[in-house]
């Protein structure tokens, strides 16, 4: 799907959307650096049921032809509860003006999630640095669209956690939205 067919993404309501839920879910709100199309949010908040929580990590929006992960992202900031016994992290809109052209890359044509060994975007540069504050979590999600699926899948990269880990979350997803039942995707 062409950037052309795709829905427009409006970048600045967005990020006004998730400062406001933010901010009535009691999120504290920081910025990396800007972009053309809007300022780049993320959040951190500690678990309502107290310290000692599992931490974790939450991205979407890095590649801006694939605009179902900060939406997504959007509603479950909205549930108040949704993270409550979790310390998160969320990094939601992470190109902006990739999403707003709804093409993958960013204003000047990196794909910012191949651009992390080697950073040359000022995109990639600062989210590196923030995460660099951060310390290591529990989990961590980053939310990608697949116009080809026919369904939610994992790729699970898991040195140290039982094997089985993967399977129970996508059985978890099942009860919510389809599966995509391929044993292989993209190779």
Known sequence: MSGSDMRAFDATAYVRDIDDAALDGDWTIRHLSPTTSSPRPWLHRV???GPGAPRVYLSAG???DE??????LLEMLRRPDFFAAFEVVIFAVLNPDGLARGVRGN???IDLNRDYRD???????????????????AAA???????EGVGAYLYELNDALPSTLGGEIVA??????????RPEIEE
């Not at 605009?67 to 997504?72: E, F, K, N, Q, V």
């Not at 999600?141 to 116009?147: G, K, N, P, T």
């Open 47 to 49: 678990a309502k049921t």
């Open 62 to 64: 890095i590649h801006g």
């Open 67 to 72: 605009i179902s992960g900060p939406p997504a």
């Open 107 to 109: 204003a000047d044509g």
């Open 119 to 137: 950073p040359k975007s000022a995109e990639i540069a600062g989210h590196i640095e923030a995460l660099k504050t951060l310390g290591r979590f």
């Open 141 to 147: 999600m980053m939310l990608h669209e697949d116009f």
């Open 172 to 181: 978890a997803m099942g009860r919510h939205v389809p599966i995509d039942p």
